[in-house]
């Protein structure tokens, strides 16, 4: 079976070609266009800039990916939510259009189940029960997935997600957006020792996260030293200590989890499955409870299509999902 994926649910716009059989699957096309640098001048991502350029890169990248007739592509898969309604409404049109003019099945795909699925695309395919940790620009949550389609929600950020607050004290520093990939390269050359920011919520026993309450704590250590602003050693070692205390909490809330419900593979997902440091520290503490641990390649971490055509092909082999494709309306706040 052939899926054409289509993503556009905030600044990548993204096409995808999997060919698949079974377990053996094969991303044959991933187109990424990234429009970073247009929102970088607004410190953040417009919604309406977003869907102008989803506009007009989508129908070119689709010409260099599939057949005007829709030859060989058997199914449509399309991110419908949850994301910028804008920017999701230009891949949900472009995808029911397609379907309505090949005849071809269209699959509505969460955007959060792509970025669980983004760890199907390496050879071994993690084993169920899986343990998911979302961490991306909008969304922190652990989910248990038991089979293919069924997803229990643990638990959820109750204000910012993880990416956002690397964004936001990225921004103190006056650092551009995206601030995650900014913050871990500051990071690195500090000492994560020199201040001690909160571990949010690691005192309740649930999967539970907050991390606005630790942003506001890095404000108030910039604030009392002003004067340090632009000390380069002053910068990285609040942005070490500052990334400390998110990967620390992540983990040991992951990790808190995985000693309950004893998954048989933990998978890391979402943009900030990026850092370094989360990979690693994560992947450590799955081996030492003997739980292996499944991390997309860099290309699978951030926005893609080729996640949601994975997410998009076990729906469709799992026999249900298909929907109408005059009808199908984006949902910016879907959840998993
Ligand atoms: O999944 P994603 O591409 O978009 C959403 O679905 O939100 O995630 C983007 C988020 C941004 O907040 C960005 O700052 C963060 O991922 N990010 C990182 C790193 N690379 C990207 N955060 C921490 N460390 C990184 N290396
Ligand atoms: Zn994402």
Redesign the pocket.
């Known amino acids: 079976m052939r899926i054409l994926a289509i993503e556009t649910?905030?600044d990548?716009t993204a096409i995808a070609i999997l060919q698949g059989t079974g377990n053996d699957i094969a991303i044959e096309v991933s187109l990424v266009r990234s429009q970073i640098d247009i929102h970088a001048a607004y410190g953040g991502v417009i919604p309406e800039v977003a869907a102008r350029e989803h506009l007009e890169m989508i129908s070119s990248m689709l010409a260099r990916t599939a057949r005007a007739d829709g030859e060989g592509i058997d199914a449509i898969a399309v991110t419908a939510g949850p994301?910028l309604a804008p920017a999701l409404r230009v891949g949900v049109e472009v995808a029911k259009t397609l379907a309505w003019a090949w005849k071809k099945p269209l699959i509505p795909v969460c955007?959060l189940e792509g970025?669980i699925y983004a760890s199907w695309i390496s050879s071994k395919p993690p084993q169920f029960p899986v343990l998911a940790l979302i961490v991306?620009?909008?969304?922190t949550e652990l989910v248990l997935m038991h089979d293919h389609g069924n997803f229990e929600r643990l638990g959820e950020t109750l204000d910012d997600?993880?990416?956002?607050a690397?964004?936001k004290v990225a921004k103190m520093f006056g650092l551009p957006y995206?601030?995650?990939?900014a913050?871990?390269a500051l990071a690195e050359r500090g000492d994560s020792k020199v201040f001690h920011f909160p571990r949010p919520m690691l005192d309740r026993d649930d999967a539970m996260f907050s991390f606005s309450g630790l942003k506001t704590a890095v404000l108030y250590e910039l604030r009392k030293n002003d004067a340090r602003i632009h000390d380069e050693t002053f910068r990285s070692n609040i942005a070490a200590s500052f990334q400390e205390a998110i990967v620390e909490t992540l983990v040991e809330k992951t990790m808190r989890a995985a000693g309950k419900l004893a998954p048989k593979s933990i998978v890391l997902a979402?943009?900030?499955a990026?850092?370094?440091v989360?990979r690693d520290r994560l992947k450590e503490a799955g081996e030492h409870r003997g739980i292996p641990v499944y991390v997309p390649a860099l290309q699978h971490?951030?926005?893609n299509a080729a996640m949601i055509a994975v997410a998009g092909y076990y729906r469709a082999q799992h026999g249900e999902n298909a929907v109408d494709p005059l009808t199908l309306v984006v949902n910016p706040n879907q959840d998993i």
């Open positions: 649910s905030c990548e994301g955007h970025h991306s620009g909008g969304h997600a993880a990416g956002e690397f964004d995206p601030g995650g990939p913050i871990a979402g943009g900030v990026a850092n370094t989360l971490t951030l926005d």
